[in-house]
């Protein structure tokens, strides 16, 4: 069987593995949520935008001919990833996460796990401080509750309505960053703390790396539970995975590719 890839997108690794599939000449389609304004632009055919669920997935992946489909989201995009697994478990088509493994704190590290984004919220129900945080636009509205900070937001696109802080700067740019231009951010606006998600991964980690050399808490939202799934943490992996024969975990019997 000739592969067909529908990868789901929203990371770099989500790009290289696009721009390895195309100089293999494999077939297949980038798919990403919507959320960003202006999505890098791909190498092989793109699509935007929701299946409308998991019925909806399971029906474009038998329309489109899908072989194999490989979840290349981020890694908080837990609704699209729980709806991969039950979808291609209705198809019998094989998944795959390419995902970044998760940070860990290293010697100097003054993180505060929580669990979730609420969990973030709460422990920013303190004192007024200079807060960078580093959670997306998507989630600005929670942090409604606590606008006594300063809150330097970076993010990839203008936000489409005002974000919901009487004190706030922000900062349009897409990563990767660099340790020295987020050290230099974290000094110019006076930062006392930086909230971050557990993304992973090179792109955003430097300021975590400036935090730590200057001393600074980081309020870390620990990554929401996904359903068990196989995970590859690599382009090459993703790619041997697809070049040999797969065993069909519904029925045991060899797939061919």
């Not at 960003?36 to 474009?60: D, K, M, S, T």
């Not at 998507?138 to 606590?146: Q, R, S």
Request: aromatic letters at 6%.
């Amino acid at each position: 069987m000739t592969p067909n890839l529908l990868i789901l997108a929203g990371t770099t690794e989500a790009t290289q593995l696009a721009n390895a599939a195309a100089d293999r000449n494999l077939s297949g389609v980038v798919s990403f949520a919507g959320r960003v304004e202006r999505p890098r632009r791909q190498p092989l055919p793109q699509r935007i935008g929701g299946f409308g669920g998991v019925a909806g997935l399971v029906e474009y992946i038998r329309s489109a001919g899908i072989t194999h489909v490989i979840d290349a989201t981020h890694p908080f995009a837990a609704q699209m990833s729980r709806n991969a697994v039950a979808a291609c478990a209705a198809a019998r088509v094989p998944l795959l996460a390419l995902t970044r493994a998760p940070w860990e704190p290293s010697p100097g590290d003054q993180w505060h796990p929580v669990p979730d984004i609420a969990g973030a919220v709460t422990a920013l129900d303190r004192p007024a401080a200079r807060v960078m945080l580093a959670v997306g636009r998507m989630h600005l509205a929670a942090f409604a509750p606590n606008p006594q900070h300063f809150y330097l937001l970076r993010l990839v696109d203008p936000p489409s309505v005002p974000p919901p802080f009487p004190d706030h700067h922000v900062l349009v740019s897409r990563g990767p960053f660099t340790q020295a231009d987020d050290r230099a951010l974290i000094l110019e606006h006076g930062i006392d703390l930086v909230v971050s998600k557990n993304a992973g991964g090179t792109g955003a980690y430097a300021k975590i790396v400036a935090a730590r050399e200057l001393g600074l808490p980081v309020i870390m939202i620990d990554r929401p539970a996904l359903p068990d799934r196989q995970v590859a943490h690599n382009v090459q992996d993703v790619l041997d995975w697809i070049a040999h024969p797969v065993t069909d975990p519904f029925t045991g019997t060899d797939r061919g590719v």
